[in-house]
């Protein structure tokens, strides 16, 4: 025959709290033995002596008592005063005996006499047979212990679950501090050629105008806060432990109404988080462009400055040339060659610089840029991570729901069949 264990997992599986089997089993015989009618356990029964200073009775179901075969008449234990005097209508005699309960003792009055009780069965999960129990019985002892069991198994699933779920924080990169574009002006000196004739004042009207500092501003406010599950699972626990089927069902539905607002805030995070990944997109788009514009803007006025300086390069010679007419047309042709030679040389000098300077610009602009390319990529890495962690959560839940559906759905049958059992005894 098989042991009640093998019975017990034969039903709902695995358990491996054999003292928690036991405990089951010897709960479940108690139950039943305290709803069976007295001509069904009278077989069963024992005879305890009370000397007179009673017999403890917290370890049975107490049927009668008797004196000297006398049966007696059970009182409230608030009259064991009165059955001694013998002017109160309680008043006990041997052939018209009381028996009452006290702090778990037995008393007969008068001085002594027999209780009649049913031991309750110690039933250990390693047993195949319950001493002293009606041997047709011993099948909703197992349906008992499995019913416990089941909510023992929900119990540890949410546990499992639960203590074990955490959601992974993850790191946001560092964005980029935003740039300033400096462009620093290109340096040019007066040409070397002087008379009296000639102001080089007017010729440094030549110099390149400022170009002012420019600055390209970019803005991160993307951020991801993930949930906290707030419920508690430990009156489960303390349910079990008391034996509790009905408020043990009641924390298990709590659970399960916190775990859902919890899938339900792990939803609205991932889509705030989704709305500030499009938001930062755009502006990380804006941002390119704009740096893209502003080199474009500053080399193409640099181009111009340099044309420019050209124009009032010669317009310069124009006016020293007027101011040197009387001299000798020899002496005008060499100053003028000289001049003319000594200005290409500077202009083609600050035109280099310009360009060398402009160089270092784009320089910058570019840097940046791959700065926010890069940038772009990692936020759209951390928001993989960020969905995927959400992912691997919403499948642990799911697997979660679906035990713990397949549970409650045995356990309702369990105790579906428990309850007929108890109706046919």
């Not at 000397?51 to 608030?78: E, F, P, Q």
């Not at 990529?377 to 679906?402: D, H, K």
Request: with cysteine.
């Amino acid at each position: 025959m098989s042991t009640y264990q093998v019975r017990v997992e034969d039903t709902i599986g695995a358990v491996s709290d054999t003292a928690a089997i036991s405990d089951w089993l010897t709960a479940g015989a108690k139950f039943i033995v305290n709803i069976l009618p007295p001509e069904r356990i009278e077989k069963f029964t024992t005879n305890l002596a009370d000397a007179g200073s009673g017999v403890s009775v917290t370890t049975s179901r107490v049927l009668r008592a008797h004196k000297s075969s006398y049966g007696a008449r059970r009182i409230d234990a608030g009259l064991a005063a009165q059955v001694l005097d013998s002017g109160s209508i309680h008043y006990a005699t041997s052939t018209d005996p009381v028996w009452y309960i006290s702090n778990g003792l037995a008393f007969v009055k008068p001085t002594s006499g027999t209780v009649v009780a049913m031991a309750y069965p110690s039933v250990a999960f390693g047993d195949s047979t319950i001493a002293a129990f009606p041997v047709d019985l011993d099948e909703g002892v197992v349906l008992y212990a499995c019913i416990h069991g089941r909510l023992r198994q929900i119990s540890d699933l949410i546990i499992t679950t639960l203590g074990g779920l955490s959601i992974s924080t993850i790191s946001k990169p560092t964005a980029p501090s935003a740039p300033s574009f400096t462009y620093t002006d290109a340096v040019y000196s007066d040409a070397s050629y002087t008379s009296a004739e000639y102001t080089a004042a007017i010729y440094t009207n030549a110099l390149i105008d400022t170009i002012s500092s420019t600055s390209v501003s970019f803005s991160d406010t993307i951020s991801y806060t993930p949930p906290v599950f707030s419920g508690s699972y430990t009156g489960v626990d303390a349910a079990l432990t008391n034996l509790d089927i009905e408020l043990s069902n009641a924390h298990l539905s709590k659970v399960n109404s916190q775990l859902d607002e919890m899938q339900k805030d792990l939803l609205v995070s991932l889509n705030e988080f989704n709305k500030d990944k499009a938001d930062f997109d755009a502006n990380l788009q804006i941002a390119l462009t704009d740096a893209q514009l502003t080199q474009q803007r500053l080399i193409e006025q640099t181009r111009i400055q340099v044309e420019l300086n050209k124009f009032n390069a010669q317009q310069a010679l124009q006016e020293a040339l007027a101011n040197a007419a009387q001299d000798s047309q020899v002496d005008i042709v060499n100053r003028r060659a000289a001049l003319e030679l000594d200005i290409t040389n500077k202009s083609k000098a600050m035109e280099l610089d310009i360009i060398n300077r402009s160089k270092g610009l784009e320089q910058q602009i570019q840097e940046y840029s791959a700065s926010l390319q890069l940038y772009g990529q990692e936020i759209n890495s951390y928001s993989t991570e960020i969905n995927q962690e959400v992912s691997r959560v919403n499948s642990y839940l799911s697997i979660y729901n679906t035990q713990y559906q397949a549970f409650a759905s045995g356990l309702a049958e369990l105790r579906k069949e428990f309850e007929q059992f108890i109706k046919s005894i």
